[in-house]
């Protein structure tokens, strides 16, 4: 079966929607908009590749607005494996370098050409100010 799972996550994945949930309120937040751009790539070789970008994105002016964009970017890449029903990405780059050498864990669903994944509750590096929190990320794919 695992086969089979990583034979369905395997191609590129487009962001459809990026959800945040506040645990202490189960409030929904959306710190992307509500059309972010993005892409998971999976490749055969264990390697995978995500960026995901808020909507409405624009070149910063000067450092102060440089470190906002910081704000809308989430990126990285390493190996992945698959264990059950989760994604297991080993960070070798991202944007944020507390997470380079870390695993990062998602729960993902595939039900035709959409997939939705789900993290762990954390404080996100970009929006510490939410406290405890998690994604709801929602794909589709787009190419094999």
Do not use: H
Request: hydrophobic share 40%.
């Amino acid at each position: 079966m695992e086969t089979t799972v990583i034979s369905n996550l395997i191609g590129i994945w487009s962001l459809k929607k990026y959800v945040v949930e506040i645990q202490s309120t189960g409030q929904k937040n959306y710190p992307m908009g509500m059309n972010p751009k993005g892409y998971a790539a999976f490749f055969e070789t264990g390697k995978v590749m995500v960026t995901l970008t808020a909507e409405r994105r624009m070149p910063a002016q000067n450092d102060s607005e440089c470190a906002s964009l910081m704000k809308t970017l989430v990126a990285y890449a390493g190996s992945y494996r698959v264990e059950g029903e989760e994604w297991v990405t080993t960070v070798d780059v991202a944007w944020n370098p507390e997470w380079v050498g870390t695993e990062q864990r998602r729960f993902f669903v595939i039900s035709g050409d959409d997939m939705n994944v789900t993290t762990a509750w954390r404080v996100m590096p970009n929006w510490q100010d939410m406290g405890m929190q998690r994604s709801i990320l929602t794909f589709t794919r787009v190419g094999g």
